[in-house]
């Protein structure tokens, strides 16, 4: 039950973009669809952001955009805000029934 | 909207045991996997632990198998996570987070406010 591996840190001026990669195995995120994204700003409930690879819950903004190729899944933030400012976890069906997060990547907004 | 809010938190002993709850409302609670994550100070989100959503099934990350035990209450639309052999290392917040699939956990859709568990003599 290895956490999956993401870049400690991230940033982009207003308007820029971002992307995150989060790195597995073919147990987990290479081997099904069941990759998720979560933000989190500290003190608050995390939010899940992107299911299923590349779905968006109703309500997150399409500035949010996911992807997968392998063992590696990656998370887009365009169009940058203030308020994306964040910690942001992918997470991923382990394939023995567990689940894995990634180990968060801190993205700030100069 | 589901609604999730946990409860049980404090300080405890090293070696003691804590029980958590969690009360949920706005979803058909014995449909889906309900799950707990944990975050200890100044590190990254952890799964815990989920169960199904007839309670049949059990699963546990390998860092609490044989100390915490999860259950639920379909009557009572509540998970429960029973500490025991608490240790130094499981001081954290502890959220409760309603999963998207109803056997295997996959997706956690919504999360609770969380609940802090100090493991400290």
């Known amino acids: 039950q290895s956490a999956l591996t993401q870049p400690p840190s991230a940033s982009g001026s207003p308007g820029q973009s971002v992307t995150i990669s989060c790195t597995g195995t073919?147990?987990?995120?290479?081997?099904?669809?069941?990759v998720s994204w979560y933000q989190h700003h500290p003190g608050t409930a995390p939010k899940l952001i992107i299911y299923?690879?590349?779905k968006r819950p109703s309500g997150v903004p399409d500035r949010f955009s996911g992807s997968k190729s392998g063992n590696t899944a990656s998370l887009t933030v365009s169009g940058l805000q203030a308020e994306d400012e964040a910690d942001y976890y992918c997470?991923?069906?382990?394939?023995?029934?567990?689940?894995?997060f990634g180990t968060g990547t801190k993205v700030t907004v100069l | 909207e589901a609604q999730l809010s946990e409860s049980g938190g404090g300080l405890v002993q090293p070696g003691g045991s804590l029980r958590l709850s969690c009360g949920a409302s706005?979803?058909?609670?014995?449909?889906?996997?309900m799950n707990w994550v944990r975050q200890a100070p100044g590190k990254g989100l952890e799964w815990v632990s989920g169960i199904s959503g007839t309670g049949g099934s059990t699963y546990y990350a390998d860092s609490v198998q044989g100390r915490f035990t999860i259950s639920r209450d379909n009557s009572k639309n509540t998970v429960f996570l029973q500490m025991n052999s608490l240790r130094a290392e499981d001081t954290a917040v502890y959220y409760c987070?309603?999963?998207?699939?109803?056997?295997?956990?996959?997706?956690?859709?919504?999360w609770g406010q969380g609940s802090l568990v100090t493991v400290s003599s």
């Open positions: 997470g991923s069906y382990g394939g023995r029934q567990n689940f894995v």
């Open positions: 706005g979803f058909t609670f014995s449909f889906y996997v």
């Open positions: 073919s147990s987990d995120v290479g081997g099904h669809d069941y």
């Open positions: 299923e690879v590349i």
């Open positions: 987070a309603k999963d998207d699939g109803n056997w295997n956990p996959v997706t956690l859709g919504h």
